[in-house]
């Protein structure tokens, strides 16, 4: 089983709650971990792999199979998707407001968009969204 959990950089206080959720998820299901951040074509910045992992371990006890990853795209949704797909990912753990971002998306493209059914019905996955209140 595999879990994937898109994450910032530098890491937010959401998106280390983010993370914490996922590895939460993790363990509760056996799984194994891939830590995703996206680096947009239109920014400067770029991330390396090593810079994620040593932001994602300061920040959460990652103590589970992790494998971190970087990818460059144009729009952080469709990487996410496009990932979600190679890894074959049985769970995508996302921060709401990523999850508004995937609406705002899919609403331009369909009517009623719905995150969870659009990911279930393309990827076979189940969505996890952390709330900002989480702790």
């Not at 995703?36 to 991330?47: K, P, S, T």
């Not at 971190?68 to 890894?87: K, P």
């Not at 996302?94 to 659009?118: E, N, T």
Request: with cysteine; aromatic share 6%.
């Amino acid at each position: 089983m595999r879990v994937l959990v898109p994450i910032r950089y530098p890491l937010s206080p959401h998106s280390k709650r983010t993370l914490a959720a996922a590895v939460d998820v993790v363990k509760e299901r056996d799984a194994a971990l891939t830590v995703l951040h996206v680096n947009l074509y239109q920014n400067r910045e770029r991330v390396t792999r090593t810079e994620l992992k040593g932001a994602a371990e300061r920040a959460v006890d990652v103590d589970v199979n992790t494998r971190y990853v970087v990818r460059n795209g144009f729009l952080v949704e469709e990487t996410i998707l496009d990932e979600a797909a190679a890894e074959g990912a049985d769970v995508v753990v996302i921060g709401s407001k990523q999850a508004g971002r995937w609406r705002r998306m899919l609403r331009r493209l369909f009517d009623d968009p719905d995150v969870d059914a659009y990911l279930r019905e393309h990827l076979d996955c189940e969505v996890v969204t952390v709330t900002e209140t989480e702790p």
